[in-house]
């Protein structure tokens, strides 16, 4: 068999049927839980100026300086560069700003689900192109908005039956201040040091120190052990904010990790910043993250507005999912297969597919030449319930055959009996049916 000549780009995958359904389910979840609180669907470009990220995500951070996609609008008079969203959260705060919603009632809370994209090293559970889902609360700045961000994220973790497979780490990074007098502290720490760094953490001591703290490298965390830690320069504001947010979470029943190394790769980032990782290899599998910005729409030519966000990723919630044997639900399964023979049993049977579907019962047609045998071997593979034959003989008496698949038993019944004698036999709670009324909402 020779090779296919075009196959998916590098870092990027199909999203196959399967984890189709897994896809559809967390998308289920994600509304459900985000309706509950109040929060509504934005859907912001998959690009936007590359501005837009250097400065909120900040230009010495691996996402833009490594991992942006850009692109160049061609011939355009404007000739600004733009770039593949990386994350949701710069992209709303944009919108925020744009649509003039500081003027509808505090705070904001949008959620968002797509596409993002980073032109990473592609890896087990890393792809260039994935998906998260994302939830902002924007205009207010309080303890309870981050415990109720939580709240709501981990409500889906436990709809998703992967709540107990992940700890909630969490810390509180300060306000820029802060940060800044850390900085310069570690920077003085490692003076003399340097030559011990591998050279990615002795570049991240120039452009952007606190990434040291999660560094993976044996060597940098040994140094670290004996560094001035994140906590001794936290304001007493700060110090109140996280201890305050810590008693909420405890009071809904969250349990998490203090973790004092957290401070994630994102510049905007203030005080609270938190992630899911896997119980057993931590950081590694993580599901998701994230925390407060208070600087970031400000950041974007804003007026100071606070914001605290998370977004999740779905490729990662999908292998937790598979891992615990969690099966997505979907009603994607066949109940009929209609077989026929000949030119009129087809145009009978193009009918009697279509009142079915209509009726809510799922219904495949084999309207081609194959022969009845072949027909059944395919009615076999879907796995279907029940099958329906007409041949000429039928057409003539009017009449059809009803084949039970499981049982291996079938009879001949009236024609025009077919589809109330499947919806019997189904059950009208099992019939999928719905009109788009009933469906407002549910977006995909």
Not at 9 to 26: A, C, F, R
Not at 296 to 315: D, H, Q, R, S, V
Not at 367 to 382: H, I, N, V, W, Y
Request: proline share 4%.
């Amino acid at each position: 068999m020779s090779q296919p000549q075009f196959r998916t780009p590098k870092g990027t995958h199909d999203i196959l049927p399967e984890d189709n359904q897994y896809m559809t389910y967390i998308k289920k979840a994600v509304r459900h839980r985000a309706r509950q609180a109040g929060f509504k669907r934005i859907d912001p470009p998959i690009f936007e100026n590359r501005q837009i990220f250097e400065r909120g995500i900040g230009e010495h951070t691996d996402i833009v300086e490594k991992e942006l996609f850009v692109v160049s609008g061609k011939q355009s008079e404007d000739k600004s560069e733009f770039a593949l969203r990386p994350e949701f959260t710069a992209g709303i705060c944009r919108s925020y700003i744009e649509n003039g919603m500081q003027q509808l009632p505090q705070p904001v809370e949008l959620y968002a689900i797509g596409p993002c994209f980073r032109h990473d090293r592609p890896q087990k559970g890393r792809y260039r192109q994935f998906h998260q889902f994302d939830f902002e609360i924007i205009g207010i700045k309080d303890p309870s908005l981050d415990a109720q961000l939580i709240h709501v994220v981990t409500k889906i973790f436990e709809d998703l039956q992967i709540l107990d497979r992940l700890k909630l780490q969490i810390n509180n990074i300060g306000t820029a201040e802060n940060r800044l007098a850390y900085v310069a502290a570690l920077k003085d720490f490692f003076i003399g040091k340097e030559r011990n760094l591998p050279d990615l953490d002795r570049e991240r001591l120039t452009t952007n120190p606190l990434r040291l703290l999660d560094s993976k490298e044996e060597d940098t965390q040994i140094l670290l052990k004996s560094a001035p830690t994140l906590d001794q320069f936290l304001s007493d504001e700060s110090k109140v904010y996280h201890s305050t947010l810590l008693e909420y979470l405890t009071e809904l029943g969250i349990q998490f990790q203090e973790n004092k190394s957290l401070v994630r790769g994102l510049d905007y980032y203030t005080q609270t910043v938190f992630e899911f990782w896997d119980s057993e290899t931590g950081a590694q599998n993580a599901v998701g993250g994230g925390g407060r910005y208070d600087a970031l729409i400000e950041l974007l030519g804003g007026k100071p507005t606070p914001g605290t966000g998370f977004a999740g990723g779905m490729e990662r919630i999908i292998w937790q999912m598979k891992q615990a044997g969690v099966k997505a639900p979907h009603k994607d399964q066949v109940d009929v297969f209609v077989a026929q023979l000949g030119p009129e049993a087809k145009k009978s049977c193009l009918r009697l597919i279509s009142e079915l579907r209509e009726k809510g019962v799922h219904t495949v047609g084999a309207l081609g030449e194959a022969s009845l045998k072949s027909q059944m071997r395919l009615a076999d593979k879907f796995q279907v319930r029940y099958a329906l034959l007409l041949g000429k003989m039928e057409v003539k008496g009017g009449t059809i055959i009803l084949r039970d698949m499981q049982a291996g038993k079938q009879k001949e019944i009236k024609y025009d009996k077919a589809v109330s004698t499947i919806i019997e036999l189904l059950g009208e709670k099992n019939l999928d049916t719905y009109t788009l009324k009933d469906r407002m909402g549910e977006s995909d």
